[in-house]
């Protein structure tokens, strides 16, 4: 792949992922699925990280108040996503916690309006990552920090692509079905970028056996959510794509802060 291929994929899953805005000149090739862009999903991660990472850092140096700092930090996170991952979770939690059936949680997960499953759920995301960033801002240098939340954005978006590649789209006319479905290769690459590039610029700041276990952490629950996505909807969509995100993430944060 060359390194122009690069670029325009990195810069296309960055526009796809986030709320920063991307030029126009990188989706000029129509014939390009964003489903072949996914391979590199966890590289924009890490630029989609940077930000919030930069500020923890920052906070973490100045003995912020590690609470508060968690709050500000995720809050950056959020708005820089536009909380497309965090809808895709209480999408999803509607769906799966009150459709009876297939039929009836994907229609349930299509309705706009969040209801008591996607409440609870998306309150429970906050706690979870505010309550482990807290811990980690208290007990990591800053540049610590800063490394251990663009590892786990980076993981977080490989699983992504795992999820997609791993299940049929459970609408075949869905958001999810029309951006195509990466194969194999993205999804062994998106993997080897997300878990490669993840151990190895953090695991410095940790323990090398606890470190092992919270990478596996997230690829467990990945495994799980799509036996789970099967079971209920025969499939994925982009709301469970993006829950995989927001699953994997709190998983990883979770049991970072557990062994740190």
């Given at each position: 792949m060359r390194t122009g291929d690069y670029l325009t994929d990195i810069?296309?899953?960055?526009?796809?992922l986030s709320r920063i805005p991307?030029?126009?000149?990188?989706f000029a090739d129509e014939h390009r699925s964003m489903a072949e862009s996914s391979r590199v999903f966890p590289l924009a991660g890490i630029l989609i990280a940077i930000p919030s990472a930069c500020v923890a850092a920052i906070l973490v140096a100045n003995d912020a108040d590690p609470v508060l700092s968690a709050v500000i930090v995720l809050t950056?996170?959020?708005?820089?996503?536009?909380?497309?991952?965090?809808?895709?979770?209480?999408?999803?939690?509607?769906?799966?916690?009150?459709g009876s059936s297939k039929e009836r949680a994907l229609e349930i997960m299509k309705d706009s309006r969040i209801g008591?499953?996607?409440?609870?759920?998306?309150i429970l995301s906050f706690l979870l990552r505010v309550a482990a960033l807290a811990a980690l801002m208290r007990d990591l240098s800053a540049l610590g920090i800063a490394i251990s939340l663009i590892a786990v954005a980076c993981l977080s978006r490989g699983a992504m692509v795992w999820h997609w590649q791993a299940l049929a789209p459970a609408r075949p006319s869905g958001v999810a079905a029309s951006a195509g479905q990466p194969g194999a290769t993205e999804r062994t690459r998106a993997?080897?970028?997300?878990?490669?590039?993840?151990?190895?610029?953090?695991?410095?700041?940790?323990t090398p056996f606890p470190f092992i276990l919270a990478l596996?952490?997230?690829?467990?629950?990945?495994?799980?959510?799509?036996?789970?996505?099967?079971?209920?909807?025969?499939?994925?969509?982009?709301?469970?794509?993006?829950?995989?995100?927001?699953?994997?993430?709190?998983?990883?944060?979770?049991?970072?802060?557990?062994?740190?």
């Open positions: 810069m296309r899953s960055l526009g796809f991307v030029h126009d000149v990188f950056i996170a959020t708005l820089i996503t536009g909380a497309l991952h965090e809808d895709g979770l209480a999408d999803t939690a509607d769906g799966f916690g009150g008591t499953y996607g409440a609870i759920a998306l993997l080897g970028y997300g878990f490669g590039v993840a151990g190895v610029i953090a695991m410095n700041y940790y596996a952490a997230p690829l467990a629950a990945t495994y799980l959510f799509n036996r789970y996505c099967n079971r209920k909807i025969q499939g994925h969509t982009g709301d469970t794509i993006g829950a995989t995100q927001q699953i994997t993430e709190i998983v990883m944060l979770s049991a970072l802060a557990l062994i740190v």
